[in-house]
């Protein structure tokens, strides 16, 4: 039997209060794991075979069930916060226990309602635990290619850039150089693959193609022009931190789009600002 899991097991004796299970062949009477009544099937007999996941209840004893979990030991699964405590927060996991995410297993701070990428374990005392720190459980890509555009998960932000689950299995992750969003922990994008490493690894972009994005840029700088009275302090001469504060691009982005405005004779260019016309 195997905690966490779910398995085929054979009814070995039936009881008023439920059935227990054995390994399916051992015909032991006197062990066995409980299947509550409420969830034992109609006209159920002793040798009929079960498929149930186990857990341990409230009093540390091994219970089986036989609804589906949303992940078994070693899965991931995006999962809701559904309560906070002094010790961490439970979720909800699909059985009739909710799980424990504890404090040094989080990523960040969660809040209530929050739903993120958590992993389900066997901790020290052999209790089923949830944690937010994935990376060694996740893969490594395959069938993408560069310029795919792909569905993530946000697990982990660090100075290095922001860490990625791909369709929340694989290893994802917007360098720095290529991150001009703020974002946290549970956030799911669409991304554009960079590169395909060699192991396997994928490096993103939430933006798209220049020649594609620069439409969207050029409508960033139209919309800030509108709110700030058809000026901008930003130009030729400003700095990429500025320019990433104010409209959340590249330098070299922002100078194609002010290009393609000027080229459409919406705006005058200065060294220190932008006017629309």
């Not at 992940?71 to 559904?82: H, M, N, P, S």
């Not at 901008?232 to 070299?252: M, Q, R």
Request: overall charge positive; charged content about 35%.
């Amino acid at each position: 039997m195997e905690l966490g899991k779910i398995q085929t097991l054979e009814i070995a004796r039936k009881k008023d209060f439920g059935v227990y299970l054995a390994d399916v062949g051992d015909y032991d009477t006197k062990g066995g794991v409980l299947l509550p009544i409420r969830q034992v099937p109609k006209n159920a007999q002793i040798g009929d075979k079960l498929e149930v996941f186990l857990y341990k209840d409230s009093e540390d004893r091994l219970i089986a069930t036989t609804k589906k979990p949303k992940l078994c030991v070693g899965e991931l699964a995006a999962l809701k916060i559904k309560e906070l405590s002094k010790i961490g927060a439970f979720v909800d996991i699909g059985i009739d226990k909710d799980i424990l995410l504890p404090f040094k297993e989080m990523e960040g701070s969660p809040k209530l309602g929050d739903e993120v990428l958590m992993v389900l374990y066997a901790d020290r005392s052999d209790r089923l635990a949830l944690s937010m720190r994935i990376y060694k459980y996740l893969s490594s890509a395959q069938n993408y290619q560069k310029d795919d555009v792909v569905k993530a998960r946000v697990y982990r932000v660090r100075d290095v850039g922001v860490m990625l689950a791909v369709d929340d299995k694989y290893y994802g992750m917007i360098p720095k150089a290529e991150n001009y969003e703020s974002y946290k922990i549970g956030d799911v994008i669409e991304a554009r693959v960079l590169r395909v490493r060699e192991d396997g690894k994928l490096d993103l972009s939430h933006r798209k193609k220049a020649y594609l994005q620069l439409g969207e840029d050029a409508k960033r700088i139209e919309s800030l022009l509108e709110k700030t009275s058809g000026r901008v302090e930003l130009g030729d001469n400003s700095s990429p931190e500025k320019i990433k504060e104010l409209l959340g691009i590249s330098k070299n982005a922002f100078k194609r789009a002010i290009g393609s405005l000027y080229k459409s004779n919406k705006i005058k260019i200065y060294e220190d600002h932008i006017e629309k016309i």
